[in-house]
Every structure is written in C-alpha cells, then in structure tokens.
C-alpha cells in the first residue's frame, strides 16, 4: 500500500513540475536561446530606410515650413528651377546652399532667406534692402541699368570677397542676359548697411534703401556672405510676370 502511495506522489509530484515548465518551453522556442519571463507585444520601429524616405518625400519647403516664415511657394519652387539649371550647366561649386530674396513681401519684413538644401536647416532670415528707384516698402520696378539705382531680379552666383567702401563685401554675377547680367558693372554687390534697421520699420515703415544692391544688417553680413560665397546660388525674385516670362532659367 505504501508503495502505490509513493507511486501515486511521485505521478502527481512530475505532472506538477512539467506543468511549470510549459512556458518557459514555449518561450524558449520562440525567442532562440533566450527565455523569456515576461513577454511583452513587439512595437514597430521604422528602419532608417522607412525614415529617410519619409523625409525625403516632403519637399524642403513643406518640412522647413517655410510658409510660417513668410517664403511664397513661387519663390522657393522658381529658386529650386533655376538651382537645378545652373547644376546642369555646371555654374555652381556649392550646390546645397541656396539664398532667396523674396521681393513679394515689403522690406519691413524678413526676406532673405539662406537655405541648406542638403541637411533641411535654414541658416539665415533677416532683412534685406532693395534699390531706392524700385520702390519704398515694396520692390515694384526693376532695372539692368547702370546708375538706375533699381533692383535686379532673377539668378546670381556668388563670387569672392573683398573690402570696399562698405567694408566685408560679397560679388554677385548676374546669370540672365538683359535681366541682370550688367550686374558686375554696377557693382551690385551684398554688403552690410546700418539702413537695413528693422527699428526704422516703426518710424517710416520700412527699411532704408541701396543703390541697387541686396544689402544685410551690419551684424549679419560676415555671417551671411561666408556661408553663401564661392559659387552659390542667389535668386531674387520678382513676382510679377513680366519677369518669369523673360527668364531663360523659368521660361
């Protein structure tokens, strides 16, 4: 008797243990060599691949909300039209930068943008002054004249740097034959101008104004002409249609 007493709890005793060990069986298969206590529902996580053309699908404007900071769409999208032409032709040394100065909007506010197309980041937005002939909050009418003291729309490439009357100064040569190619002999240049004083804003309601040239406040010059020299693109654009129909990098 004492014999299937012992036979019966040693039975029950090795159901017992076996049934403890089902899970972690189970788990072990699973998950290879590793036992699993406390298994938890597995998250997706996008892969680097998933991300980067997740971001890449978006335009630089839509990510950089450009919108919000006041760059029109026209703009960006003829700047990106033009950048893309100069690549082709072989103008440009520094093709992930690209400078915009978006004359749909009133020198009061922050027109120029500087714009690093290869990492999404927007390097520069401050204010820019247009030519005393082209207009007073807006810059209406434009010129490729020699002591006209208008602006000159469309495609530039920057040049070299010197120091001129208005000392740390940035070349542009104009890229559109009859639209701004005379630019080099005007001396349309980027430089930096106490005028371009947002604190004017509050007295006559705009900035000061250039000769002709896209001139920065003082304490943003350096800045600004040492990330955009040596062969990038600066587009000033000029909204109106005369001057798309015109341009030989939008038409």
């Known amino acids: 008797m004492k014999k299937k007493l012992k036979g019966f709890y040693f039975f029950v005793s090795s159901l017992f243990i076996a049934a403890l060990h089902i899970p972690f069986a189970f788990a072990k298969s699973a998950s290879g060599n590793k036992i699993v206590l406390h298994p938890e529902v597995a998250t997706a996580t996008p892969s680097v691949d998933s991300v980067s053309f997740s971001a890449g699908s978006r335009s630089v404007y839509d990510s950089l909300q450009l919108r919000l900071s006041g760059l029109s769409k026209s703009a960006y999208d003829y700047a990106k039209k033009g950048l893309d032409k100069l690549i082709a032709q072989?103008?440009?040394?520094?093709?992930?930068?690209?400078?915009?100065?978006?004359?749909?909007?009133?020198?009061?506010?922050?027109?120029?943008?500087?714009?690093?197309?290869?990492?999404?980041?927007?390097?520069?937005?401050?204010?820019?002054?247009?030519?005393?002939?082209?207009?007073?909050?807006?810059?209406?009418?434009?010129?490729?004249?020699?002591?006209?003291?208008?602006?000159?729309?469309?495609?530039?490439?920057?040049?070299?740097?010197?120091?001129?009357?208005?000392?740390?100064?940035?070349?542009?040569?104009?890229?559109?034959?009859?639209?701004?190619?005379?630019?080099?002999?005007?001396?349309?240049?980027?430089?930096?101008?106490?005028?371009?004083?947002?604190?004017?804003?509050?007295?006559?309601?705009?900035?000061?104004?250039?000769?002709?040239?896209p001139a920065v406040p003082v304490k943003m010059a350096t800045p600004i002409i040492n990330t955009i020299k040596n062969g990038s693109c600066l587009f000033i654009y000029n909204p109106s249609d005369s001057y798309v129909q015109r341009s030989q990098f939008l038409s």
Not at 163 to 168: A, K, Q, V
Request: one cysteine or more; proline letters at 2%.
């Open 90 to 213: 072989g103008k440009l040394r520094n093709s992930s930068i690209i400078s915009i100065v978006d004359f749909s909007l009133p020198s009061s506010e922050k027109r120029l943008f500087v714009i690093d197309l290869k990492n999404y980041k927007v390097l520069h937005n401050t204010w820019v002054a247009h030519g005393r002939n082209s207009g007073r909050e807006m810059a209406q009418s434009f010129s490729n004249q020699e002591s006209s003291f208008k602006s000159s729309p469309g495609f530039y490439v920057t040049g070299d740097t010197y120091r001129g009357s208005h000392g740390y100064s940035l070349k542009l040569q104009g890229m559109e034959r009859g639209i701004n190619d005379k630019a080099y002999e005007r001396a349309i240049v980027m430089h930096g101008a106490e005028y371009v004083n947002p604190a004017l804003v509050a007295t006559q309601g705009f900035i000061g104004r250039s000769l002709g040239c």
